[in-house]
């Protein structure tokens, strides 16, 4: 985790409940419940549940909700391609959805 990301944390931390984590969605901290799959943070840090982008650039998002589609790919902690529905939030992780991606 970056400076900037611990920095989020800490000033959120204080805020939140045991029995949550806070995890950071295109640079912004969010805090979930406990056990929240990164779609799911997602979907609580963006009006837009898009995680891709197709080839002629349109938006994509999650279809099946179980891994098989794979529409659902993000970048974690720098690893890209992983399937957000199927990872569980972990303290401080760094999400990078196609939107902040295509900013870049």
Same mark, same amino acid.
């Given at each position: 985790?970056n400076v900037v990301a611990? !920095?989020?944390?800490?000033?959120?931390?204080?805020?939140?409940?045991?029995?949550?984590?806070?995890?950071?969605? /295109?640079?912004?901290?969010? !805090?979930?419940?406990?056990? +929240?799959? &990164?779609?799911? !943070?997602?979907?609580?840090?963006?009006?837009? &549940?898009? $995680? =891709?982008?197709?080839?002629? @650039?349109l938006p994509r998002g999650? &279809?099946?909700?179980?891994?098989?589609?794979?529409?659902?790919? %993000?970048?974690? /902690?720098? =690893?890209?391609? #992983?399937? +957000?529905? #199927?990872?569980?939030? #972990?303290? @401080?992780? /760094? %999400? =990078? $959805?196609?939107? +902040?991606?295509?900013? =870049?």
């Open positions: 985790m611990e !920095a989020l944390v800490e000033a959120i931390a204080p805020n939140t409940t045991l029995n949550a984590v806070i995890v950071l969605i /295109d640079g912004r901290a969010v !805090a979930v419940p406990v056990g +929240s799959t &990164v779609i799911a !943070a997602i979907a609580h840090a963006h009006a837009t &549940v898009l $995680t =891709r982008t197709s080839v002629s @650039g999650p &279809v099946c909700g179980m891994g098989i589609c794979q529409e659902c790919r %993000v970048t974690i /902690d720098g =690893r890209a391609h #992983q399937l +957000s529905c #199927q990872t569980l939030c #972990q303290p @401080g992780m /760094d %999400v =990078r $959805t196609a939107a +902040s991606e295509a900013h =870049r």
